[in-house]
């Protein structure tokens, strides 16, 4: 299965959304369609020059082959978010490196579930 070209709009559209909403000023994203194995998404930022790539996936997996709007929404919501984190994740990254990236998803989703569902919990 493959995402669709109005999916592809529909995630950038939803990308900028999230980017003002959480604050994100200064950046500039590149947002591309592309092949990605085995992510909805995924993120690669440049912390000096404030720019960040964001990439939506092209394939979809038999795991997981429908990607609603919501899902897409959500997606977008997850990748500017760890947009949000960087500047954090740059600071204190070697410390409790082998830490950083479960602590950064639980922060992610636990707000993921307040701004979606309006709970903590499903
Ligand atoms: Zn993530």
Redesign the pocket.
Known sequence: MKTTSKQFKYFKSRCHHWAKELGLVGWRLYIKHAELDD?YASYDANYDGKVVTIKFTKNLSLGNPVLDDDQIDRTAY??L??VKLFELEVTIKYRYDYLH?SV??DI?NTIEQLVFNGHRYK
């Open positions: 992510a997850h990748e978010f760890h990236e950064e998803h992610i």
